[in-house]
Structure formats: C-alpha cells, structure tokens
Antibody, heavy 119, light 109 residues
Framework: QDLLVESGGGVVQPGRSLTLSCAAS????????MYWVRQSPGKGLEWLAY????????NYAESVRGRFTISRDNSKGTLHLQMNSLRADDSALYYC????????????WGQGTTVIVSS | EVVLTQSPGTLSLSPGERVTLSCRAS???????LAWYQRKPGQAPRLLIY???NRATGIPDRFSGSGSGTDFTLTIRRLEPEDFAVYYC??????????FGGGTQVEIK
C-alpha cells in the first residue's frame, strides 16, 4: 500500500522558517504530482501547494504564495515544503498527499506533522 | 475561486440509516472535478469519490456520489458504525486554487 510519512514539524517563533519533508514509499514517486494541505485547529482543510511529477509546475494558495516553496527530489522519493516568515495562523497539522493517476484528486495522504508558531 | 458550501453542518443519525450530504459550488465545476473525503479523529483524510461519481479504490459500494454543475451529493446507503466521521467535498483541477467545503459531521444519534 502506498505510504507517505511527513516530518519536520515543531514549535517555531513567528517570522522564522521551517522545512517540512514527506517521504514516499511503495509507489513510483517520480510519476505523480504531489500536494501539501493543512488543517488548523478547529478549522477545515486548506490546500497549500501542488507540484507536478517533474517539478516544473508549481501552484500555491494565495495565503502562502511568496512565503512557502514546494519542491521534490525524485531520486530520493521526497517532497518538501519550505516555509518562511511564519505567522501564528500558520499553526496547523500539515499533510502531504499524492495525486490520483487519472485525476487531480488526492488518493494517498500521510498522517501529518504539526507546526506550532508561537513566541 | 470556487467556494463550496456543505450542508448540513452536522447530522445526527443511527446505524442503518441512509445519509445524503450536500455540496454546493459558487460556480459551475468544470469536468466534474469534485471529490469527497472522509476524516476520522486522529486519521488522515480518505478519498471516497472523485470526478463527482467515481468511487476510489477500496471504497465500499454503499458510498456513492452524484451531481454536476454546482450541486453535488454524497450518499451513504446504510450507515455502518465506522462511517461516523466528518465529510468534506473538494473542488480541484488543472487550474488552482483547490478548495474544500467546510465539512459535514455525521454523528451517532
């Protein structure tokens, strides 16, 4: 069964940076687009970023454009989210997700990694 | 941006009942790029339905999706104990942004 495992979460001060990683296994990572999605406490799901299978296409939500950068290393089967200028409202559970091969839906999700932005 | 409105916010039901969840889009959803996810406490979201009516791999046939344009529905034919969860609809596609509805919680009556 396809597997995604996020890491890199933690407590960080406002204005600082943090990089999340997502390790993929049990599927051919390099042929799938990938997403980052988050859920803040008491709120719904929010899409953050998308990267195509080859890394050439990247899309961002308005709330993180210019602050967050999505990237991938197909040789290592890893996805990353570099987060700069973090704010309190970036505190959330962050998920990586895999794009369904025949569609743009998200068919595999990791368990998430928690980011808390606090002084 | 497509805004998705889910209703009702909460449903209190008993096992065995039929459930119909609604998701209304602020504008027509192209190519029926509409998905449904199930979220249980402490677990990652699980894809149930994509392209409005296609069941994802391994999803029981008691789950079905329908609709087009701006009105979409997720139906659970007979609620099982493991179906009590929060359900989200999602608009996606080749052009961002991807948006989620606010969710409908299905709770045990």
């Amino acid at each position: 069964q396809d597997l995604l495992v996020e890491s890199g979460g933690g407590v960080v001060q406002p204005g600082r940076s943090l990089t999340l990683s997502c390790a993929a296994s049990r599927f051919t990572f390099k042929i799938y687009g990938m997403y980052w999605v988050r859920q803040s406490p008491g709120k719904g799901l929010e899409w953050l970023a998308y990267i195509s299978f080859d890394g050439r296409l990247k899309n961002y939500a308005e709330s993180v454009r210019g602050r967050f950068t999505i990237s991938r290393d197909n040789s290592k089967g890893t996805l990353h989210l570099q987060m700069n200028s973090l704010r309190a409202d970036d505190s959330a559970l962050y998920y990586c997700a895999k794009r369904l091969d025949s569609d743009y839906a998200m068919d595999v999700w990791g368990q998430g990694t928690t980011v808390i932005v606090s002084s | 941006e497509v805004v998705l409105t889910q209703s009702p916010g909460t449903l209190s039901l008993s096992p065995g009942e039929r459930v119909t969840l609604s998701c209304r889009a602020s504008q027509s959803v192209s190519s029926n790029y509409l998905a449904w996810y199930q979220r249980k406490p402490g677990q990652a979201p699980r894809l149930l339905i994509y392209a409005a009516s296609n069941r994802a791999t391994g999803i029981p046939d008691r789950f079905s999706g329908s609709g087009s344009g701006t009105d979409f529905t997720l139906t659970i034919r007979r609620l099982e104990p493991e179906d009590f969860a929060v359900y989200y609809c999602q608009h996606y596609g080749a052009s961002p942004p991807i948006t989620f509805g606010g969710g409908t919680q299905v709770e045990i009556k």
